[in-house]
Nanobody, 121 residues
């Protein structure tokens, strides 16, 4: 099992910034990709950003320039820096990781519990 613990969510005014953190407990697993998705009330979950084991980053087109993803592999932590936040960024943000067991090719997918981000006008 891989456990993901998210933190950093909260209430912020429009135009403000937040940094989300996700720590992965991954003993026995190799991380292939780790990232963030979000789900607003009444909407489908959408991909926000990912970072691969090769440090390749991907940010949703509509969030580029405001959201940035980075990783600290020594700490098994991924960060999501969110700037110039808008009311429409209000959602529960979930950390997601795609892993493999050492010596195996099958990929497994794990999700965190989510952290709430609320942006007020």
């Amino acid at each position: 099992q891989v456990q993901l613990v998210e933190s950093g969510g909260g209430l912020v005014q429009s135009g403000g910034s937040l940094r989300l953190s996700c720590v992965a407990s991954r003993a026995g697993f190799i991380i292939d990709v780790i990232g963030w998705s979000r789900q607003a009330p009444g909407k489908q979950r959408e991909l926000v950003a990912t970072i691969s084991s090769a440090d390749t980053t991907n940010v949703a087109d509509n969030l580029k320039g405001r959201f940035f993803i980075s990783g600290d592999y020594a700490k098994n932590t991924v960060y999501l820096q969110m700037n110039s936040l808008k009311v429409e960024d209000t959602a529960t943000y979930y950390c997601n990781v795609v892993v493999r067991r050492y010596g195996r090719s099958q990929q497994l997918n794990f999700w965190g519990q989510g952290t709430q981000v609320t942006v007020s006008s």
